[in-house]
């Protein structure tokens, strides 16, 4: 899929409200696909979707907020594809030290116009 957004991020309600509200219709906003691995159904291992999603991916999107194994697990490999990446934390502290050279989005979680701001860096990010 040329416009596959794949979405690198925990679980929980925190993060799908910020998946749904946030991130999905930015995504969309910019010609791109949202693709998160919760909505992938099948019955062939997770790993292995995630693995194909990456690979198909034109561009992934991690949030590396929590220092989430999985998320880190899954970001290596998007690496490792030499996948174009936009990493995204709450903390600049949650960057792994491998991954402190990339520029990454600092999050403002909670305010009105994260929205607005969210898709104009991604813009930004995306582009070049």
Do not use: W
């Not at 999905?24 to 099948?42: C, F, Q, T």
């Amino acid at each position: 899929m040329d416009n596959l957004c794949f979405v690198i991020m925990p679980f929980g309600d925190l993060f799908d409200e910020l998946y749904k509200r946030v991130y999905a219709p930015a995504i969309e906003a910019m010609g791109l696909e949202p693709l998160r691995a919760d909505e992938i159904y099948n019955n062939r291992p997770i790993i292995d979707d995630i693995n194909q999603s990456i690979y198909h991916a034109a561009i992934v999107l991690a949030d590396v907020t929590g220092r989430n194994p999985n998320v880190n697990y899954e970001l290596g490999i998007a690496h490792a594809l030499k996948k174009e990446v936009v990493i995204l934390t709450a903390e600049p502290d949650d960057v792994p030290s491998d991954y402190r050279h990339i520029r990454y989005i600092r999050l403002l979680i909670g305010i009105e116009n994260y929205p607005r701001i969210f898709k104009k860096h991604c813009v930004r990010s995306f582009s070049g």
